[in-house]
Each structure stands twice: as structure tokens, then as C-alpha cells.
């Protein structure tokens, strides 16, 4: 494992002879994840921003301790949201690198950000996270702990907001959601059902109210999500309109990606009395 510069970021490589991969300080931001003769797991734009305070477009931003909208949180979590951009603070900061340890079979990666640290520009967070990221040749493992450091209540909201690529997302299909109650935001936020795998054609952004075991299934084969500690599943492709709109996606990439992200948003978003935690995680494998 080596810390080096990169886009004038510090970012751990972790190059193991069984995988190889990388994350970014700011925002504890794993971009890369390639086990030996493989390719990365995780969507990465070709015209990210890598500049100091941005968002990188790809691999897993952590949205925390808001997802999405301010406006569109509980009034728990709102009422405390000071900077008010999308999806929190936690993706654009830098965390702190707490651990790193490798074997023969694995690598282990922590870090950590702590809110009370930010002042007042961030609002009142009395709320610790920490990121371990742990890797083998077949699996990544992200879990995502939140310590309240209070003696009072703190709700928030999370995602690990994870980008996959397809070679043709008209060719891609998510399992695992038949039955399941969504919530869709481009129509008006109206609670739907699904029937069957989640199909694309255009612009898709749903929160359904569920997790736990999923496949993305691409003309290259199957990617499976197994998720603990998260209720609900956020499912997203810009499409031809909103690609064109944003400024670090390149026009015809939407045909190539989709966000399948493991959270705890609106009516599942997660109230942790003064002292207690919450371990939200995801296990990526193929196959
Ligand atoms: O552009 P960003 O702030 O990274 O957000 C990218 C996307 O994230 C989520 O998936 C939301 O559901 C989308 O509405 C949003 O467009």
C-alpha cells in the first residue's frame, strides 16, 4: 500500500497480487477495484473532477450524513442541514487514514471523519463515521459505521452511492426487487410497486424501500450486492437529458453505467439515541 498524489489528491493504491485498489482521502472515495486480470468493478466518469471540494463522478461516494435533497429528508435530519448541497459533507472532506493491513489473501483500509471537527459551516453533527474497506481476490467489503457522540438523539441519512458499468444498459437488469414499494422521483414522488427486474430506457431514479440481496445482471455477466444494516436501495441512470445537464458525465456515457446505491433514506432513515451505532455495509462479488 502506498500513499501517492494523484490529480493533486492523496490516494492510497493498494496493489496486492491478487487485486489492485484505490481510494481517495477526500471523501474516503474508492474510485478502483480490480482483482488480478480483471476489470475496475466500479464506473469511473472520463470527465471527473478532481479538483479539491468535488465530487468524483464514479466509483463510491459516500453520501452522509444526508442523501439526496436536503428538502426531501425527514425534518430531523433537515432541520440540522446548514450547506445545503446534495447528499452531505462526508463526499468532498477529507477523512483521516486510520489503519491499513494486508495478508497474502486480503487488505484492510479505515478511515474516519469526524463531524464535531468541521465547525460551524457544517452545522451541528455530533456524529463520528468510519469507513473499512476490505478486500480479497473474489470480494470488496464496505461497511460504513455512525457513532452518535452525543447524549442526545441524531437522525441522518446515508449511501453508499455505488457506480457500476454495463456495456449497454438497454441490456441490464436488476434482481432482486420484485414486489418491492418504491418511491419514484421523477414522477412526482409517487409510491409504486415493481413487477419483475428493474429494466432502463432513459432516466431512472427510484428509492425502493428494500435491500438486501441483489444482482446486476450486464451482457458481461453478474455483479452481486449483499447488503446488512441498509432498508433502502437507491436505483439511478441519468439518461440522454440529464447526462447532457452534467458537467463532469460525458454526453453518451449513460449507456454505460447505473447507480445501485445501499442506503437509509426518508421513512427509513436512521434514529441513533446519545451513544449508540449503526454499521451500514456491502459485499461486492461476481459470478
Ligand atoms: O450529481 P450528484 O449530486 O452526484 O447526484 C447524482 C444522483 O444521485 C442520486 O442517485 C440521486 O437519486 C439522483 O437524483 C442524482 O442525480
Known amino acids: 500500500m502506498e500513499l501517492v498524489t494523484q490529480h493533486g489528491q492523496q490516494v492510497l493504491e493498494?496493489?496486492?497480487?491478487?487485486?489492485?485498489?484505490?481510494?481517495?482521502?477526500?471523501?474516503a472515495h474508492l474510485t478502483e477495484f480490480a482483482?488480478?486480470?480483471?476489470?475496475n468493478?466500479?464506473?469511473?466518469s472520463s470527465a471527473a473532477n478532481y479538483a479539491p471540494g468535488a465530487a468524483i463522478r464514479g466509483g463510491?461516494?459516500?453520501?452522509?450524513?444526508?442523501?439526496?435533497?436536503?428538502?426531501?429528508?425527514?425534518?430531523?435530519?433537515?432541520?440540522?442541514?446548514?450547506?445545503?448541497?446534495?447528499?452531505?459533507f462526508a463526499r468532498t472532506l477529507l477523512?483521516?487514514?486510520?489503519?491499513?493491513?494486508?495478508?497474502?489473501?486480503?487488505?484492510e483500509v479505515t478511515l474516519t471523519l469526524d463531524a464535531r471537527d468541521l465547525g460551524d459551516r457544517f452545522g451541528d453533527w455530533p456524529l463520528t463515521a468510519s469507513i473499512a474497506f476490505e478486500f480479497t481476490a473474489k470480494t470488496c467489503r464496505i461497511t460504513l459505521s455512525t457513532h452518535n457522540v452525543s447524549d442526545q438523539?441524531?437522525?441522518?441519512?446515508?449511501?453508499?452511492?455505488?457506480?457500476?458499468?454495463?456495456?449497454?444498459?438497454?441490456?441490464?437488469?436488476?434482481?432482486?426487487?420484485?414486489?418491492?414499494?418504491?418511491?419514484?422521483?421523477?414522477?412526482?414522488?409517487q409510491d409504486r410497486t415493481q413487477s419483475g427486474p428493474i429494466c432502463f430506457d432513459g432516466e431512472v431514479d427510484r428509492i425502493y424501500h428494500a435491500a438486501g440481496d441483489i444482482r446486476i445482471n450486464t451482457p458481461e455477466g453478474t455483479t452481486r450486492i449483499e447488503s446488512n444494516g441498509s432498508a433502502?436501495?437507491?436505483?439511478?441512470?441519468?439518461?440522454?437529458?440529464?447526462?447532457?445537464?452534467?458537467p463532469d458525465f460525458p454526453d453518451a456515457a449513460w449507456t454505460s453505467m447505473l447507480c445501485v446505491e445501499?442506503?437509509?433514506?426518508?421513512?427509513?432513515?436512521?434514529?441513533?439515541?446519545?451513544?449508540?451505532?449503526?454499521?451500514?455495509?456491502?459485499?461486492?462479488s461476481r459470478g
Open 14 to 27: 493498494i496493489r496486492h497480487p491478487e487485486f489492485f485498489a484505490r481510494i481517495f482521502l477526500q471523501g
Open 35 to 39: 482483482p488480478r486480470d480483471s476489470d
Open 41 to 44: 468493478w466500479l464506473w469511473l
Open 60 to 88: 463510491i461516494p459516500i453520501c452522509w450524513p444526508w442523501f439526496g435533497d436536503p428538502a426531501k429528508n425527514p425534518p430531523e435530519v433537515a432541520d440540522r442541514i446548514v450547506d445545503a448541497k446534495a447528499h452531505g
Open 95 to 107: 477523512w483521516a487514514l486510520e489503519r491499513t493491513q494486508s495478508s497474502d489473501k486480503s487488505a
Open 153 to 189: 438523539p441524531v437522525t441522518y441519512t446515508e449511501a453508499l452511492h455505488t457506480y457500476f458499468p454495463t456495456s449497454d444498459i438497454h441490456q441490464t437488469q436488476v434482481d432482486g426487487f420484485d414486489g418491492s414499494h418504491y418511491t419514484d422521483t421523477l414522477d412526482n414522488w
Open 232 to 246: 433502502s436501495t437507491i436505483v439511478w441512470n441519468p439518461g440522454p437529458g440529464k447526462a447532457a445537464r452534467l
Open 262 to 284: 445501499t442506503a437509509n433514506t426518508t421513512s427509513n432513515c436512521i434514529r441513533l439515541m446519545g451513544g449508540e451505532s449503526h454499521m451500514t455495509q456491502l459485499v461486492l
